[in-house]
């Protein structure tokens, strides 16, 4: 299997500029993660996903965040608008419903200037 | 709450040496998941091992190995021969049976000298 895919790799945006941050999990996986990673707060998870259903979304930092998973092989995590502070690494997850563990994409590194 | 405490920040070791990463976790239920994950400088997390509540048992796996104690909260990982594709920045993360979410702990960065 190819893993989670995540796209882009490197994101580079102007403060304010809409910023959408892509994932395919692994087939056959039925939850989705997408988690951020930052020096001060290190690795949170910002929300779930079970059957493409958002289950857990409390780690949302604020409604300029939103996620979607409109099927079982598509994942968007969306910035709108971005700020400086959203810089960060992005991770995006997927584990099957029998149980952990979570595997991980690569992650997009995502900076607002 | 739960949490899990890595308390050493970074530690620095000479190839071929041994070296235990601690992890120690708070949690007041009773069936929870315990891992390692590995972040290389290539920036990715790669899982290393599952633990659940009910299983004790130590676990070896090359030059890898773990120690579960529910005695002391703890989830020790040792590598064996340190080598320097070892140096990463590993992290420790607890997640309960009722909840998918993953706790990480703060992360300890290895660099294993040659």
């Known amino acids: 299997d190819a893993g989670v895919i995540q796209s882009p790799r490197h994101e580079v945006t102007e403060m304010g500029q809409e910023v959408t941050l892509r994932c395919k999990p692994i087939?056959?996986?039925?939850?989705l993660f997408w988690y951020r990673q930052t020096m001060m707060r290190g690795l949170e998870l910002l929300i779930y996903?079970?059957?493409?259903?958002?289950?857990?979304d409390s780690g949302m930092p604020e409604d300029r965040f939103s996620a979607k998973m409109p099927n079982a092989s598509f994942s968007t995590l969306k910035i709108q608008p971005s700020e400086p502070r959203d810089s960060a690494v992005y991770f995006c997850?997927?584990?099957?419903?029998?149980?952990?563990?979570?595997?991980f994409g690569q992650g997009t590194r995502l900076t607002v200037v | 709450a739960q949490k899990v405490t890595q308390a050493q920040t970074e530690i620095s070791v000479v190839e071929k040496e041994d070296v235990t990463l601690d992890c120690v976790y708070e949690?007041?239920?009773?069936?929870?998941?315990l891992f390692w994950y590995k972040q290389p400088p290539s920036g990715e997390l790669v899982f290393l091992i599952r633990?659940?509540?009910?299983?004790?048992q130590n676990e070896i796996s090359g030059r890898y190995s773990w120690n579960f104690q529910k005695s002391t909260s703890s989830f020790n990982f040792t590598i064996t021969a340190s080598q320097v594709v070892d140096s990463a920045v590993y992290f420790c993360?607890?997640?309960?049976?009722?909840?998918?979410?993953?706790?990480f702990g703060s992360g300890t960065r290895l660099l294993v000298r040659p």
């Open positions: 997850a997927s584990s099957l419903a029998t149980g952990p563990p979570a595997f």
């Open positions: 087939s056959g996986h039925d939850y």
């Open positions: 996903f079970n059957n493409n259903v958002p289950i857990d």
């Open positions: 949690t007041r239920d009773t069936t929870y998941y």
């Open positions: 633990r659940n509540s009910f299983d004790e």
């Open positions: 993360a607890l997640q309960m049976d009722s909840s998918y979410k993953l706790i």
